[in-house]
């Protein structure tokens, strides 16, 4: 029972965390461009950069840049989870070798 719960907990774990990966991703690369934002000459270059984000982002969304990193925040959750579905039947495997 122990190993069920080790697992599901890790499971979770992994899952969360991959979830949260690319929202404080994107959430950091646009802090870090809207302080630069404020450096003379540059406002043009940077403006065309938080354009090509968005866009990218309402790629995946449907129009909606919200919706667009919701979704790959899902997807990089599905695939943190089956990283750790895979390390731990990975685990049990070379474990049971000794």
Do not use: E
Not at 18 to 31: E, H, K, M, Q, T
């Amino acid at each position: 029972m122990t190993i069920l719960t080790h697992f599901l907990r890790s499971l979770l774990l992994a899952a969360i965390l991959s979830f949260i990966a690319p929202i404080l991703i994107v959430g950091s690369v646009f802090l870090f461009l809207s302080i630069f934002a404020y450096v003379p000459g540059l406002q043009g270059i940077i403006g065309a950069m938080l354009t090509q984000i968005i866009h990218f982002l309402a790629t995946f969304g449907t129009g909606s840049p919200m919706n667009g990193l919701l979704v790959i925040s899902l997807t990089w959750g599905f695939v943190g989870g089956l990283f750790d579905v895979y390390a731990f039947y990975r685990y049990q495997i070379l474990h049971l070798d000794l």
